[in-house]
């Protein structure tokens, strides 16, 4: 009995690791080839797996004593990853095509920058505002 | 035991000499450079002292442009309660009790040199930056409201609702303190100016004048040192950046 649960047991775990499935999000769809530009900030590994410490290390660089470099800035990240859709449209960051929720969906993984800033680009909400105005 | 004790005046008196000494020293070439935009990747320099002089005999009481202003610039939107609505300016209205005379004054974060809030916050999410502006750094505010209690200007609104559609430049949420940033990102992309003292301006009062107070050549010192500012509550020795003139 224990036998049999331990091998079960071993058995996902190598499925797990080895199956590169929930690990490293390659079966993830991006949608970076809507993104502008040639190429992020730094290589994409570099960016999957450290994003959050150059967003976090540069908010406190920014808001304690005014750098306002744009290259970890986050309105950067939103002016290239969020472009519109066809129609127009931005997505939601509340839906997957969102370029952050996309990922942070998927792994589970709750981000909050978006209660307070903007995830669309500046132009989108200036025409937003304006509409819910009148 | 050592006694603590806040020397303001002799603070001040070293901040004045060494102002004059320094306008003294290198007249003009000095004090040039700030005019420009500061580069992006320099961090806000202590040699500068943001502040507003505000002219009480050019506000009018009908009029409310700076504060439509700043609520457009910083996406402030009123959710119909005014009991905890966000407010960054507010008009109030004065009245001498000897001679009757009325007086018409935008009130928001005094950005004072020894901000009350800065000294309560548990966190040290309440800060003022090296060019003396006082700000909440939203990371690190866990919503407790101390500063708010201890802002003897009630300058600081929490926000009580979930917002949507903010502004890139102006991060705002449930559950954080927030108040007057001094237009900060204005500030940062150099230009020298408010969204409030901009509107007041266009609006032909003329009522708010923004510059740096530590530059003796700025427009707003001249007029400091022409016709004076008065600190609101000055008794509680804060040393505010923003003055007014005519009350």
Known sequence: ?134 | MKKYEIKLDRRNFLKKSTMVGLASIAPGVFFQEFAHARPLDEPASDKIRWGMLIDTNQCTEDCDACVTACNDEHGIEDFGRPATDTQWIRKLNLIDEFSGKQHSIPMMCQHCENPPCVDVCPTGASFKRADGIVLVNKHTCIGCRYCMMSCPYKARSFVHENLENQLPHAPRGKGCVESCTLCVHKIDRGDGTTACSEACQKDGHQAILFGDLNDPESEISKQLSKFGGKEIRSDLGLNTAVRYRGI
């Open chain 1, 1 to 134: 009995m224990h036998k049999k649960l331990s091998i079960k047991i071993l058995l996902t775990f190598i499925l797990v690791f080895f199956s590169n499935v929930s690990i490293t999000h390659d079966n993830v769809q991006h949608n970076i080839p809507v993104s502008s530009g040639e190429s992020c900030v730094e290589p994409t590994d570099v960016m999957r797996a450290q994003h959050h410490f150059f967003i976090k290390h540069q908010s406190h660089e920014t808001v304690v004593n005014g750098i306002r470099t744009k290259k970890y800035s986050l309105n950067n990240c939103i002016d290239c990853h969020i472009k519109p859709a066809d129609d127009g449209s931005y997505p939601s960051v509340k839906s997957e095509e969102h370029f952050c929720s996309g990922c942070h969906i998927k792994a589970a993984a709750k981000v909050e920058c978006f209660d307070c800033h903007a995830s669309k680009p500046l132009k989108k909400v200036e025409i937003e505002n304006k509409v819910s105005k009148k």
